[in-house]
């Protein structure tokens, strides 16, 4: 009878051995689970899921026991490809590279539905990666591009008198610190002081330096064969003048020069930050 009953016991644990090797649906554990990762840069893999019963589809994880990084790749046709790297000692996640060197470190073109914040003031796209310019006393202050804003802005008229219509909001780009305005004003009645300066305060941002070269066309009354006109913005008053250069004659534009006509003007200049 002994013997008999140390065979039961033998058969018994024989099917416990089985039963702990068999798969088991859904587990729940209570604790900690552990796991002692080989090393997978030697291809083991603390951790492989697979596709249905496929053995040759799906994902693999394990530590690189050199780095002591967890590693993730995906297995395709028992052919396994790094995908992500969780970096033991920073914490950085590389994609596509096992050594990531920031927060987020990405070998690849970045895809997203949503937009791209940036969450602290002075902070931007760095571009110091691309060469630096090769021309002859060159040198290059900054290569990270921090602000990027548009709008619209009211300008102050400045020195009149007399009616003048906005035909429509004046508009603003700013890219880094290069501003553009663009604007249209319509002169519809006499001003009382005709020689009042055409004049426009209120810059949206303040310009570094006085600034030439944009061109203002409108219609005009003035006397004369020919005129041209350059918008230009003074750093100290913060405004924007128009010059004009007639025929004998380099003066501001005055009022009188409108008569019944109209501004369409486009500059850009530098504004101090």
């Not at 552990?34 to 899921?49: E, H, T, V, Y």
């Not at 028992?78 to 596509?96: S, Y």
């Not at 209120?202 to 005009?220: D, H, I, K, N, S």
Request: contains cysteine; glycine residues 10%; proline residues 4%.
């Amino acid at each position: 009878m002994s013997k008999a009953r140390d065979g039961v016991e033998d058969l018994k644990t024989i099917d416990d051995n089985l039963a702990a090797k068999a798969p088991i649906a859904s587990p729940s554990f209570t604790g900690t689970v552990s796991i002692d990762s080989p090393n997978q840069a030697s291809g083991g893999n603390a951790l492989k899921i697979r596709q249905g019963n496929a053995t040759s589809f799906g994902i693999d994880m394990g530590l690189s026991q050199v780095t002591g990084h967890l590693n993730i790749s995906r297995v395709n046709s028992n052919t396994a490809t790094h995908m992500m790297t969780l970096a033991r000692d920073t914490g950085n996640v590389g994609v596509g590279t096992a050594s990531p060197a920031k927060p987020l470190d990405v070998t690849g073109d970045i895809r997203t539905s949503g937009n791209l914040v940036i969450g602290t003031s002075g902070k931007g796209i760095d571009f110091s990666i691309v060469a630096d310019s090769s021309a002859t006393g060159a040198s290059t202050n900054s290569e990270i591009l921090d602000c990027y804003e548009e709008g619209t802005w009211t300008p102050a008229i400045m020195l009149t008198t007399g009616n003048v219509t906005l035909s429509e909001a004046f508009n603003y780009t700013k890219v880094g610190r290069l501003v553009t305005l663009r604007g249209y004003i319509y002169n519809g009645s006499s001003i009382a002081n005709t020689n009042a300066i055409w004049q426009f305060g209120g810059l949206p941002f303040q310009p570094l330096r006085e600034t030439y070269g944009a061109v203002a066309q409108y219609a005009t009354t003035v006397p004369g064969d020919s005129e041209y006109c350059n918008i230009y913005v003074n750093p100290t008053h913060s405004y924007l003048r128009i010059y004009s250069t007639r025929t004998g004659t380099n003066d501001w534009l005055q009022w009188s020069n409108i008569g019944g006509g109209h501004i369409d003007f486009h500059i850009t200049y530098m504004a101090t930050s």
